[in-house]
């Protein structure tokens, strides 16, 4: 036993969360386990231990496999810049900034970095489930493909095919993969699963039987919806969900164009005392709201533009004249500040940017990027926040002088005289129990005793049962070698 992959028959159908409960299973079954994506594309990132940042999903399969998570699970990151370029990282540290186009051409060079962590992992663990990215049925890409067969060949890596009922469609998108695939892919199919199943699984029957015979394959069982996936990391911004169920302190969260680390939310959207709604384009900023969220974001000039032409500025200019409350979190704090300052160009073209101006605080971008797990302490609280910092540009100012935690003797964030405007580097610092608590409560709402933490390793040793219960586990992880 050495490695199996899942591979999607589309995008979207729930690579991730499969890989997750199977890294779960494994180690349950007293496997040393790993995850592996050889490329991801994602704007929602973590910071490893060994001091890079791979995509979130591989951070929470990291949790689920019992590991700290480190650069090698996920070697390649693409985070998005614009329409049609993004951030090329490769072991944790940004290599250069590619269009779309151009990156076909990078590709030859990243895969021996791809095989190199792979091996690594192969050789430090018993099992290494890999997750593919997209699907291989996007066969105009397979020239050079690093994430899906092209990576599945070279390491000799046996595939598991996933469809998702719930989309509609997937004896055709599981026959449909097999049609157009090269005879070579398709050999290194072991067959395949369905996703998201709702209602009555034998209905489906006919339909599991008719992929069967069509394909060869032979099927692992099929896996019904898990609504408590929502309780995890999302690693999509489509994925974000409109509100909270919760009631009290009403917090509202932009949503940006190039929204990054967003999971910065989830532990506040599963507060009871807490109702939080994510403000999308064309929706003005409730009145009522008791606090503002300005998210991180991959592009701080070009989402600010962003924020000015949906009229968010001026919502949050006459929220501040009611006495509402804003966070700013890395780039949604750098927003808060009089001028944002690009000379190089990293973010877009090169040049300056009026800021908001509610923050003393001035930002200029630079290369060099801060990634960085911290534990700091908040001014406000006096409470122990655990986090990360992962952003370029550095800021500074008068309002510096009133920070918004302390990171050992170093200031960190800046605020208001009285903090009703506070901006942060601070990413994840909603997961420290005992500061999310007190910041609620500083509102007068009614913080939950729940652990956010717990909470998370709980949903995952639910999904590892749930996936027993309805996949041949046996089976699948036979499929290693």
């Known amino acids: 036993m050495t490695a199996l992959m899942i591979q999607g028959a589309g995008s979207n159908v729930g690579k991730s969360l499969l890989v997750a409960g199977l890294c779960r299973a494994a180690r349950r079954r007293g496997l040393s386990v790993a995850p592996f994506k050889p490329q991801n594309m994602s704007n929602n990132a973590a910071v490893t231990v060994d001091g890079g940042e791979i995509g979130r999903a591989q951070a929470l399969q990291a949790q689920a496999a019992g590991l700290e998570p480190v650069t090698d699970m996920n070697p390649i990151l693409l985070k998005p810049e614009s329409e049609i370029g993004a951030q090329v990282v490769v072991h944790g540290r940004r290599l250069t900034t590619v269009k779309a186009r151009d990156y076909a051409d990078l590709k030859p060079r990243l895969l021996p970095r791809v095989l190199e962590s792979f091996g690594r992992l192969k050789a430090a663990h018993d099992l290494v489930i890999v997750e593919g990215a997209g699907s291989p049925a996007e066969v105009n890409l397979r020239a050079g493909d690093i994430a899906n067969m092209g990576f599945a060949r070279a390491a000799d890596v046996p595939v598991i095919l996933a469809g998702d009922i719930d989309r509609g469609g997937v004896i055709a998108q599981i026959v449909g993969t097999q049609a157009v695939l090269d005879p070579g892919d398709a050999d290194m199919i072991a067959g395949f699963l369905i996703n998201k199943f709702r209602g009555d699984v034998s209905l489906f029957d006919d339909g599991y039987r008719l992929i069967e015979a069509q394909t060869g394959w032979r099927g692992f069982g099929v896996l019904p919806f898990f609504a408590e996936a ?162 370029i540009g550095q800021s500074d100012g008068p309002d510096r002088a009133r920070p918004f935690a302390h990171v050992g003797d170093r200031p960190e964030g800046a605020s208001t005289l009285y903090g009703e405007i506070q901006g942060t580097y601070l990413h994840g610092l909603f997961a420290s129990d005992t500061f999310r608590r007190a910041y609620i409560e500083g509102f007068g709402a009614v913080a939950g005793a729940a652990s956010y933490g717990a909470g998370v390793d709980a949903v995952l040793d639910d999904l590892a049962e749930h996936m027993a219960r309805h996949l041949d586990l046996d089976a699948i992880l036979a499929t290693a070698r």
């Open 230 to 391: 929502a309780r995890l990391p999302a690693e999509d911004a489509l994925d974000l969900r409109g509100r909270s169920a919760g009631q009290g302190l009403k917090i509202a969260c932009l949503t940006f164009e190039r929204i990054a680390n967003f999971d910065d939310l989830d532990p506040l959207a599963q507060e009871p005392g807490v109702s939080l709604t994510m403000i999308r384009a064309g929706q003005a900023i409730p009145g009522d709201t008791d606090l503002v969220i300005l998210p991180g974001t991959k592009s701080t000039r070009a989402d600010l533009a962003y924020l000015r032409s949906e009229g968010w500025d001026v919502d949050l200019a006459a929220h501040i004249r009611r006495g509402g409350h804003v966070l700013g979190l890395c780039g949604g704090y750098q927003m808060l500040g009089t001028a944002i300052h690009d000379p190089e160009g990293i973010e877009g073209p090169p040049g300056s940017t009026e800021g908001l101006g509610w923050l003393g605080i001035e930002t200029v971008m630079s290369r060099d990027k801060s990634l960085e797990r911290v534990t700091a302490r908040h001014v406000f609280t006096g409470q122990e926040v655990s986090g990360y910092e992962i952003h």
